[in-house]
């Protein structure tokens, strides 16, 4: 029961950019910074963007994450096939005390 | 190069327990906060537990309060999850991380009969 919602499937083909949105509410998303996190097939998630936007060494800037109100976004742009995964958004939940994710959006490269 | 290494997964009927272990390395375990995150085959991300750098202050979520307990041994670096009254819908590859730079391989737990 994730309290933050995802579209399941997103979808591009290589070099275009792909927008996942993640959908919460004031007491996580509209208090707490997001993190974005890609799992790869078979294997365990990866830090991709902390604290709404910030980049972690080695994530290719390609990616970028933005935050506003109670919503935030992943964007990819240039598209790759290695981009193929599962993404997730987090943030604490206030009224949960406890971190939440979000419901995962499968990428697809065409 | 940072480690987190699970391990104490394994079959186990309903209403059994387990412990799951994680030994850290490669960074300094006693400054970080941890959690455990599980994933149930084909499913999304669940968080489970959380503990702050001291030990002192711990987080479950409502689907394991009660039933699970987050502890850690900073003289071992390792972080552990004691699980009682396990169900079947606790089945699930479990994570251990810290918040979040750095995560395990994951270690399964399958509640069965």
């Known amino acids: 029961q994730s309290v933050l919602t995802q579209p399941p499937s997103a979808s591009g083909t290589p070099g275009q950019r792909v927008t996942i949105s993640c959908s919460g509410s004031?007491?996580?998303?509209?208090?707490?910074?997001v993190n974005w996190f890609q799992q790869l097939p078979g294997t365990a998630p990866k830090l991709l963007i902390y604290?709404?936007?910030q980049r972690p060494s080695g994530v290719p800037d390609r990616f970028s994450g933005s935050k506003s109100g109670t919503s935030a976004s992943l964007a990819i742009s240039g598209l790759q096939s290695e981009d193929e995964a599962d993404y997730y958004c987090?943030?604490?939940?206030?009224?949960?005390?406890?971190?939440?994710f979000g419901t995962g959006t499968k990428v697809t490269v065409l | 190069e940072v480690q987190l290494l699970e391990s104490g997964g394994g079959l186990v009927q309903p209403g059994g327990s387990l412990r799951l272990s994680c030994a850290a390395s490669?960074?300094?375990?006693?400054?970080?906060?941890m959690s455990w995150v599980r994933q149930a085959p084909g499913k999304g991300l669940e968080w489970v537990s959380s503990?702050?750098?001291?030990?002192?202050?711990?987080f479950h979520a409502d689907s394991v309060k009660g039933r699970f307990t987050i502890s850690r041994d900073t003289s071992k670096n390792t972080l552990y999850l004691q699980m009682n009254g396990l169900r079947g819908e606790d089945t699930a590859v479990y994570y251990c991380?810290?918040?979040?730079?750095?995560w395990g391989q994951g270690a399964l737990v399958t509640v069965s009969s």
């Open positions: 987090a943030a604490w939940d206030g009224s949960l005390n406890g971190h939440v």
């Open positions: 490669g960074f300094t375990f006693s400054t970080y906060d």
């Open positions: 503990i702050n750098r001291s030990g002192r202050t711990t």
């Open positions: 991380a810290t918040i979040w730079d750095y």
């Open positions: 004031s007491s996580n998303i509209g208090s707490y910074t």
């Open positions: 604290s709404n936007n």
